[in-house]
């Protein structure tokens, strides 16, 4: 199937899943727990958490208190959250997808030239 009418549909369909994927990227981030995810609650098991001045300290035997801050932690997209400003989950959800739509069209492009180019090598040398 090729031809106008395949591209103009396969146009369609992939501005279709762009729009819908950028719409829940962007709405759906803020429907997301603000609570810790269960690694975060796994890694707690054992420990009390108390507050002391504002700051959250732990108290027992769990493996969160050996945790440390990552070296990315002060990352333009850290926390989910565009340079760690509050209430901006949804342009940063939108901008992860799309980096990560580059990147996998990318190599999937990539890979694609490469088989077509094996394609045509094979059938040039029989």
Not at 4 to 20: D, E, H, I, K, Q
Not at 67 to 82: G, I
Request: charged share 15%; proline share 5%; hydrophobic share 45%.
């Amino acid at each position: 199937m090729t031809g106008p009418a395949y591209r103009s549909r396969s146009r369609l369909f992939w501005t279709g899943f762009l729009v819908v994927t950028l719409i829940i990227a962007g709405a759906a981030s803020y429907l997301a727990s603000p609570d810790p995810d269960g690694l975060d609650a796994t890694t707690r098991i054992g420990c009390q958490v108390t507050g002391n001045a504002g700051a959250e300290e732990l108290t027992g035997h769990c493996i969160a208190r050996s945790a440390t801050e990552h070296p990315l932690a002060d990352a333009p997209l850290a926390d989910y959250a565009l340079a760690g400003a509050g209430g901006t989950v949804g342009p940063a959800g939108v901008i992860g997808v799309l980096v990560t739509l580059v990147v996998a069209g990318s190599a999937f492009r990539m890979i694609a030239r490469s088989k077509s180019r094996r394609d045509v090598g094979d059938t040039l040398g029989d």
